[in-house]
């Protein structure tokens, strides 16, 4: 079992939706990430957030984390061709204990 | 800046072989950590080094080994391959400790074992 559960695992729309990725654990985190991974690269960091109820906005992307600092929301607005990728979530523990989500493969149609 | 640099980018090998990953991290971090990616698995910690120290190790057996250079270049070996050790391995440098302020990724070596 994950310690980050992410969902939905695969998630394919058309241009122009909007969509939301889920980040969920049971665990307290002192931060999270979120991470884009394109086919053939390494994850590229897009977002850290640190505090209960924070909400970043990256352009079409808004990050949320839960009051509790157990979970976090991905929101994209509007999506493009180019959002395509494996979104990954990724949370740091006290003690040095970092984890990553169990990704969610997001492909958007033309 | 330079970003993490990872060779080779592709590796195809024997069962039972040994293989040696190089990365090359983000010129003044000296925090590198390894992660194996599988389509099943996901990211998975394999270890983490701190000027020249493993700091954390993840679940992984013995056959799987790390180091880190003075410059904090950093390697990571494989012994006698297995075909489960296909995998995308990926190298992430950060400032400090295991990704806390953020992870740089490299592009991953792709190691396919037969």
């Known amino acids: 079992t994950q310690l980050l559960e992410q969902s939905p695992q695969f998630l394919s729309i058309q241009e122009g939706e909007n969509l939301t990725v889920y980040c969920n654990s049971s665990?307290?985190?002192?931060?999270l990430q979120w991470y884009r991974q394109e086919p053939g690269e390494g994850p590229v960091l897009l977002v850290t957030?640190?505090?209960?109820?924070e909400v970043k906005k990256l352009k079409r992307l808004t990050f949320q984390f839960g009051d509790a600092r157990k979970d976090s929301s991905l929101h994209i607005t509007a999506a493009q061709t180019g959002d395509t990728g494996l979104y990954l979530c990724?949370?740091?523990?006290?003690?040095?204990?970092?984890?990553f989500g169990t990704g969610t493969s997001l492909t958007v149609i033309p | 800046k330079a970003g993490v640099t990872q060779t080779p980018r592709y590796l195809i090998k024997t069962r039972g072989q040994q293989v040696t990953l190089s990365c090359s991290p983000i010129?003044?971090?000296?925090?590198v950590s390894w992660y194996q990616q599988t389509p099943g698995q996901g990211l998975q910690f394999l270890f983490e080094?701190?000027?020249?120290?493993?700091?954390n190790k993840g679940n992984f057996p013995g056959r799987f080994s790390g180091r880190q250079f003075s410059n904090s270049r950093s390697e990571m070996n494989v012994s006698t391959l297995e075909l489960g050790d296909s995998a995308l391995y990926l190298c992430?440098?950060?400032?400090?400790?295991?990704?806390?302020?953020?992870?740089?990724f490299g592009s991953g070596t792709r190691l396919t074992v037969v």
């Open positions: 990724a949370g740091a523990r006290t003690g040095n204990q970092f984890y």
């Open positions: 992430a440098s950060s400032p400090g400790g295991r990704g806390a302020y953020g992870y740089t």
């Open positions: 010129s003044g971090h000296r925090s």
């Open positions: 957030v640190v505090t209960g109820g």
């Open positions: 665990s307290v985190f002192s931060s």
């Open positions: 080094y701190f000027s020249e120290t493993q700091r």
